[in-house]
């Protein structure tokens, strides 16, 4: 077997066996197969695509190409949740502490932003102290004393992903099913829970803009879990617009704080109960996932989903009075108001572009090396669906340097659109998938 004929072969439309997708991961992995061949077999399952049983066959060889976690020294059925990635998206700030509230153990291992994505390990940064960097111990023993605990996923899990996603990123070949598949699945997978909740968006600002490709992909993931032996669930759900009010760092986690507080946007609290209710379904303590939202929201109304928020910031290192206090978060140095230029409804707010703007605000990175300004970001003040007249705010962008702000207010400008006929906001819970 040689990797030559292995690229020749998914070029001409053929299809991989185990074999030879084991022996590219393992090569490629262990350095011994060069970045321009990994880069043309890419391209060539870009263009001439993976069926399920090739993209089973890549999933696993991913999985095992590095650490795999051991959580059974975790009492109870461990629950990871996964979002494949939105702009506004603080969902697991809200969803873990309470799912872990109603008795889910959440071990949960969360990336660092790519892109115009923001991820879950920069919004806890935001807060001042929070550690994201537990030992394999540390870790363990805090969800067995306090029910959750969330810390970067180390370069060792999944090792294949981190490098075959550095090459895609640069080589235009992420948006592919079997890839971003493969990709989610090997890294949940490898972490060690016992079921998996998945979030798999849906609209402008996703992968997959439409119902039937969001749809295929989390059946596909779904297949994956399964076949591994884990519980695994989908909900799709919509990314016409972003999530919530707020996007960036300390932002988002003020947003959060306050959903916990009952106080948070609609669309947030319905996603952050949705996905907590299939948490506590998916670990076995309620019959239906419907029971499980009712725990939710119970916890929810309750404060216990709050109280745990706190107990998590206390034990790794942060400081909790910004439960309190969110004023306590970093703030940012400049703002600058984007205003509606007419009478209208907004049509829509493009989630891609506003995750372009946070970035230009300092909020995300444009270099895998970038520091996220943990302070800087965009507040919005219209969704879809909202009047607007002349002069009124539509957003403010926040962070640390003038000029971008500049480029980031001029996005937001782009990302909204007001015509005159009045519009329904798009459903938010659009399928799920079992
Ligand atoms: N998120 C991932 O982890 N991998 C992909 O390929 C796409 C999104």
């Known amino acids: 077997m040689d990797m030559y004929g292995i690229i020749e072969k998914k070029r001409d439309g053929g299809k991989l066996s185990r074999e030879e997708i084991n022996f590219f991961i393992e090569g490629f992995t262990t350095g011994r197969i060069p970045d321009y061949q990994a880069s043309a077999l890419l391209m060539a399952i870009f263009l001439r695509r993976m069926d399920k049983e090739e993209t089973y066959f890549l999933t696993d060889a991913m999985m095992k190409s590095g650490d795999i976690v051991d959580l059974s020294a975790v009492h109870g059925c461990k629950v990871d949740k996964h979002s494949t990635g939105g702009v506004g998206d603080k969902t697991t700030l809200i969803c873990a502490p309470l799912a872990s509230a109603c008795g889910v153990p959440v071990a949960k291992m969360s990336g660092r932003g790519l892109g115009f994505t923001g991820g879950t390990i920069d919004k806890l940064e935001a807060i001042p102290g929070f550690s994201t960097q537990l030992s394999p111990e540390a870790f363990i023993a805090q969800i067995n004393r306090i029910g959750i605990a969330i810390t970067g996923q180390t370069a060792q899990v999944a090792k294949a992903d981190k490098l075959l996603y550095a090459l895609r990123d640069v080589t235009a070949t992420v948006e592919n099913l079997s890839l ?121 109304q309750a404060g216990e989903g709050l109280a745990r928020l706190r107990a998590l910031i206390e034990a790794q290192g942060g400081d909790s009075r910004v439960v309190d206090a969110p004023d306590r978060l970093p703030q940012a140095r400049y703002r600058e108001e984007i205003r509606a230029a007419r009478d209208g409804w907004i049509q829509a707010v493009h989630a891609k572009r506003i995750g372009a703007a946070s970035v230009h605000t300092g909020a995300g990175r444009q270099e895998k090396t970038d520091v996220p300004d943990p302070a800087a970001g965009i507040l919005l003040a219209k969704k879809i669906g909202d009047p607007a007249a002349a002069g009124d705010l539509l957003a403010t962008v926040m962070g640390g340097s003038r000029e971008r702000l500049q480029l980031a207010a001029e996005e937001v400008r782009r990302a909204y659109v007001i015509g005159d006929a009045p519009v329904q906001p798009p459903a938010l819970m659009l399928k799920k998938v079992e």
């Not at 490709?213 to 759900?237: H, N, P, R, S």
């Not at 003020?254 to 948490?279: F, N, Q, Y």
């Open 180 to 300: 971003i598949t493969s990709s989610v699945m090997s890294k949940k997978l490898a972490s060690g829970s016992d079921a998996i909740v998945l979030d798999v968006k849906c609209g402008d600002g996703a992968f997959m803009h439409d119902l039937a490709g969001a749809e295929e992909m989390a059946d596909w993931m779904v297949e994956m879990g399964k076949k591994a032996g884990k519980k695994t669930l989908a909900l799709i759900t919509s990314m016409e617009q972003p999530l919530g009010f707020a996007v960036g760092n300390a932002l988002e986690v003020e947003e959060a704080i306050r959903t916990l507080r009952g106080e948070g946007p609609a669309d947030i609290t319905e996603l952050s109960l949705a996905i907590a209710g299939a948490m506590i379904y998916a670990a076995g303590l309620t019959d239906s996932l419907e029971e499980g939202q009712k725990r939710a929201d119970h916890a929810l």
